[in-house]
């Protein structure tokens, strides 16, 4: 053994005794939680003092319970002697603090911790202190035993040194099987700047295939949480995606980082008010989906307030009658409507309203009056009659039914709005019999959360981070600047992979209808997780997808692209999944939604057995062109592109986000020619 392998040997059998202290640690934290939560239920306190402490408590010891076993940490800084902040200090840097005691210093220190950006940010050019940079190598799906740390890189920042990371490359490169993973090891600089982004800045991160946008927004949550964690325990934080397959191939990037019970959902599990039983041809969605069904909802609502054929109110009280002519409760509708209010504080302002005219001419009678007096007279039956009939309660469900069934109502609502072919599309070709039975389509319910926005505000969230924001549509986004109306927003998108019929081709139309026109769209265009050669013949599509982003370029050079023009479809492709699955990683067979069922078949009876799209840890998985947005697998076959580019309007987009699933090799498999 030589002395430099002798000294790296020493040197791994000093950090693995070092994990083993840190392991011990972190078994006494996860034991103490639980002890404090005992504690704490025997704490003589008030309900609702009891109630918070044993929630904050129970909810310490569950987070500290559910943290996924694995390495303890993954890098370490060690400051110059003369660094003010932290001379001659040195740093474990992991997922989450470890200590042996709340007032002793950190055996481990969290990766969102200040101390810990030099970590992603310091260079040979700009060291900030740092005098090594060490990073660890652990064995690929260690589950954090000591002996798994089997190799480290220093670099020596303060002489100048600077190198490319071979742990860093093989973290990246290391195949994917089973849901996604948390990238804290390998943020890089421009990502850690959009990871630290402060709570009240809105961000919009315009990623090409494999640039980490998930990842990044996924870590701005965790990040967010750790340093406001009392101003969003509050307001909370929400995490949008575009299904549930989806959800699931991210739900545990946050646990792994230490943040579990954070709310992960689609946005129409967000806003369902019934659950969608209806479909609607393309033409009705679009128009559904379109900004302007936003006024014609506000008129169709607020055509119920009215003052025409409005009496003199007369309130009894006692042997009394207190009276307010026509005319002024005319005047209180009209000012009540100019201060456009959400509808049910409309009608509760104009109830306030006509009690303090009663009240005043009360007291100028019998002077000051009592509380009661006031609820009694709110609650009589002659002023919420009056009130019925100039500003009537109303459900949104009920406002939709009519406008999807009357005709007349429609065009009232609609005029100089919608062309006559519009509201055509509009209308229930076979209404129900009321709004109770119907059968409400997904486009509906974005409409329906319209009008419920209307009658009154949504409870809002501290900060919520969209993906695939490109295929949201107008009115889907104002559901979503709803929620965020006194929050901010991580918007997560790439305008090529945009394939809705409502997708944005532009990012400042798409902030304007999330409320957020002046969020800093930042681009990130190099790829960690594609392969150059896969990346390059994506880009060849770009030119045909109508959208301003710039094309990607790949740090990895290790990936393969294959291209397999055959006459024989389905025997070519089973030839390519058996060789796919002679090498190691996970297998995706992607086609178009209406060739899956064949070419299940086909694997089938070669022996194959394919997986669908939700079973994260199969290692063959079979899956339609219309789910893999956002999903990745070592090996992708293509099967056809032609038949994808050409299934839907914005089949090109569809194809580019398959053409990007694949993180090592991509075999394309062909009759008929190549659509690029």
Avoid at 343 to 352: I, K, M
Avoid at 517 to 524: E, H
Wanted: overall charge negative.
């Amino acid at each position: 053994m030589t002395p430099l392998d002798s000294a790296l040997q020493a040197t791994l059998h000093t950090e693995r005794a070092y994990h083993d202290t840190c392991r011990t640690a972190l078994t006494a934290m996860v034991e103490g939680a639980a002890e404090q939560v005992v504690i704490g239920e025997d704490v003589s306190a008030s309900g609702a003092d009891a109630e918070v402490l044993g929630h904050r408590l129970r909810s310490q010891a569950k987070a500290m319970r559910e943290l996924p076993p694995g390495p303890l940490f993954f890098g370490r800084l060690d400051f110059a002697d003369g660094d003010p902040g932290h001379g001659g200090q040195s740093y474990h840097v992991g997922r989450v603090r470890i200590t042996e005691d709340p007032a002793a210093p950190p055996l481990v220190v969290d990766w969102r911790a200040p101390v810990s950006r030099a970590f992603y940010q310091a260079s040979a050019r700009d060291p900030q202190g740092v005098a090594v940079r060490r990073r660890f190598g652990w064995a690929p799906g260690s589950r954090g035993d000591s002996a798994d740390l089997t190799g480290l890189e220093d670099e020596h920042l303060a002489r100048g040194e600077s190198r490319t990371s071979d742990i860093v490359a093989r973290e990246i490169e290391r195949p994917r099987v089973g849901p996604m993973r948390d990238i804290a090891a390998t943020i890089q600089p421009e990502q850690d700047d959009l990871v630290r982004a402060g709570l009240a800045d809105s961000v919009c991160v315009q990623g090409a295939p494999g640039t980490g946008k998930t990842a990044v927004g996924l870590h701005r949550a965790a990040y967010l949480l750790y340093t406001h964690p009392k101003r969003l325990q509050r307001s909370g934080l929400l995490i949008l995606g575009p299904n549930r397959t989806f959800l699931s191939y991210i739900a545990e990037v946050l646990p792994s980082l230490g943040e579990t019970g954070v709310r992960q959902s689609t946005l129409l599990d967000e806003i369902a008010r019934h659950r969608p039983t209806g479909t609607d041809p393309v033409r009705t969605a679009v128009v559904k989906h379109d900004p302007r069904m936003a006024e014609v909802l506000r008129r169709a609502l607020y055509a119920r307030v009215t003052a025409d054929g409005v009496t003199d109110l007369a309130v009894p009280d006692g042997s009394y009658r207190w009276r307010v002519p026509a005319d002024e409760l005319a005047e209180i509708v009209a000012e009540v409507r100019a201060e456009e209010p959400p509808y049910a504080v409309g009608r509760e302002r104009v109830r306030t309203r006509v009690v303090r005219r009663l009240r005043d001419r009360a007291e100028r009678r019998s002077g000051v009056l009592p509380a009661s007096w006031v609820r009694r007279i709110e609650r009589c039956r002659p002023l919420t009659e009056q009130l019925d009939a100039v500003w009537p309660k109303v459900r949104p469900e009920e406002v939709l039914a009519e406008l999807l069934t009357d005709g007349e109502a429609l065009a009232r609502s609609a005029d100089g709005l919608l062309d006559p072919d519009e509201q055509a599309a509009l209308l229930w070709p076979r209404p129900p019999r009321s709004y109770k039975s119907a059968r409400w389509s997904p486009a509906d319910l974005v409409l329906l959360d319209e009008l419920a926005g209307l009658v009154e505000h949504p409870e809002g969230y501290g900060h919520l981070v969209v993906d695939e924001a490109q295929d949201l549509s107008p009115m889907e986004c104002r559901a979503i600047a709803r929620r965020a109306a006194f929050g901010s927003l991580t918007v997560l998108g790439d305008l090529a992979q945009g394939t809705t019929p409502w997708a944005a081709r532009d990012w400042s139309v798409q902030l304007r209808h999330l409320g957020r026109p002046d969020a800093a769209v930042v681009p990130l265009t190099t790829g960690f997780r594609v392969p150059a050669a896969v990346l390059e013949l994506a880009n060849r599509l770009l030119a045909r997808l109508d959208v301003a982003v710039p094309a990607a370029t790949s740090l990895r050079t290790d990936g393969e692209l294959t291209l397999r023009p055959t006459d024989d479809l389905l025997g070519t492709t089973v030839t390519a999944v058996r060789d796919a699955l002679a090498r190691e990683g996970s297998v995706g067979v992607v086609t178009a939604d209406a060739d899956t069922d064949r070419v299940r078949a086909a694997l089938g009876d070669a022996g194959l057995d394919p997986a669908g799209p939700d079973a994260l840890g199969a290692r063959l998985t079979l899956v339609p062109a219309s789910v893999v947005k956002g999903l990745e697998y070592d090996h992708v076959i293509a099967v056809e592109p032609a038949a994808v580019a050409e299934a839907e309007p914005r089949g090109a987009h569809r194809l580019y986000v398959v053409l990007t699933r694949a993180v090592s090799r991509l075999d394309v498999v062909h009759e008929r020619p190549l659509p690029f």
